[in-house]
């Protein structure tokens, strides 16, 4: 059974960092791509990145130049490395199987202004 446990969440001050991480179990890492989304409370999940097998990545227009995803096979790990954090980045982030329907539980982001 496929498992993403996502970790790295906190609480922080604009500008601040946070990496993600998101280890992943029951299936074939490596040929999977993985994707983060995002969450607020009332609003849809948005996307935030994805990184593919070839490691060709693709960000939304909102987290572009800030945070970039990345991936480390031997570890089945996806990571997400967030910087110069805004308060509109809080949100329960969650880590996905691209295009594929399983998540994790998330973890939460806040940042304060």
């Known amino acids: 059974q496929v498992q993403l446990v996502e970790s790295g969440g906190g609480s922080v001050q604009a500008g601040d960092s946070l990496r993600l991480s998101c280890v992943a179990s029951?299936?074939?890492?490596?040929?999977?791509?993985f994707a983060w989304y995002r969450q607020v409370p009332g609003k849809k999940r948005e996307f935030v990145a994805s990184i593919r097998v070839n490691r060709d990545t693709d960000y939304a227009n909102s987290v572009k130049g800030r945070f970039t995803i990345s991936r480390d096979n031997d570890e089945k790990s996806v990571y997400l490395q967030m910087n110069r954090l805004k308060p509109e980045d809080t949100g329960v982030y969650y880590c996905?199987?691209?295009?594929?329907?399983?998540w994790g539980t998330g973890t939460q982001v806040t940042v304060f202004s």
């Open positions: 029951g299936l074939l890492f490596d040929i999977n791509a």
């Open positions: 996905n199987v691209y295009w594929h329907n399983y």
